[in-house]
T-cell receptor
């Protein structure tokens, strides 16, 4: 009964490096999304996926790529890290259909620092 | 586009005081509304929700009523505790907009003994 699992919890990158933030859920949720949390700005949607093989851009997609090859996994890739990508990243998932008021389940976050 | 506006914090209260955190929204469809809570160093947890007009969500002594006429979803609690100190986020999920969850900027609550 893990819910949404994010790895790593902390990461420091140098400018220009690339990396992948992992997100996995075991609730068979169709909808998954990535957010970044910055002081005074709340959470902003980066990318989301409504099912395996389908992804779309959110509010702040530049500099990030995603893929959804399975229902369980939704990795977020930073192509060439920049200091502006220093943030806390959250992965979330939810179910479609029926009562959409299920709400989202969030992972515990990845704190990323780009130097 | 859809948006959520929350009162700015921090909100500072003494234990047992009454809490109100204001939240208003703009949406093109008929959204579901949520309050999430984030305790220090943790992810977001769903606190309560309402899926249609006049619904009241409640949990752990917190309440919020979906008011379509004023496009509001204010969070209230009659008697706060030190353990309620956290950041509270109002959010909406719009079924006519692919169910994306859109957040307000968050309101920090600090409760002192």
């Amino acid at each position: 009964n893990a819910g949404v699992t994010q790895t790593p919890k902390f990461q420091v990158l140098k400018t220009g490096q690339s990396m992948t933030l992992q997100c996995a859920q075991d609730m068979n949720h169709e909808y998954m999304s990535w957010y970044r949390q910055d002081p005074g700005m709340g959470l902003r949607l980066i990318h989301y996926s409504v099912g395996a093989g389908i992804t779309d851009q959110g509010e702040v997609p530049n500099g990030y790529n995603v893929s959804r090859s399975t229902t369980e996994d939704f990795p977020l890739r930073l192509l060439s890290a920049a200091p502006s990508q220093t943030s806390v990243y959250f992965c979330a998932s939810t179910n479609w259909g029926g009562d959409r008021g299920y709400g989202y389940t969030f992972g515990s976050g990845t704190r990323l620092t780009v130097v | 586009g859809d948006s959520v506006t929350q009162m700015e914090g921090p909100v500072t209260l003494s234990e047992e005081a009454f809490l109100t955190i204001n939240c208003t929204y703009t949406a093109t469809g008929y959204p579901s509304l949520f309050w999430y809570v984030q305790y220090p160093g943790e992810g977001l947890q769903l606190l309560l929700k309402a899926t249609k007009a006049d619904d009241k969500g409640s949990n752990k002594g917190f309440e919020a009523t979906y008011r379509k006429e004023t496009t509001s979803f204010h969070l209230e609690k009659g008697s706060v505790q030190v353990s309620d100190s956290a950041v509270y986020f109002c959010a909406l999920s719009d079924q006519s907009n692919t169910d994306k969850l859109i957040f307000g900027t968050g309101t920090r609550l600090q409760v002192f003994p």
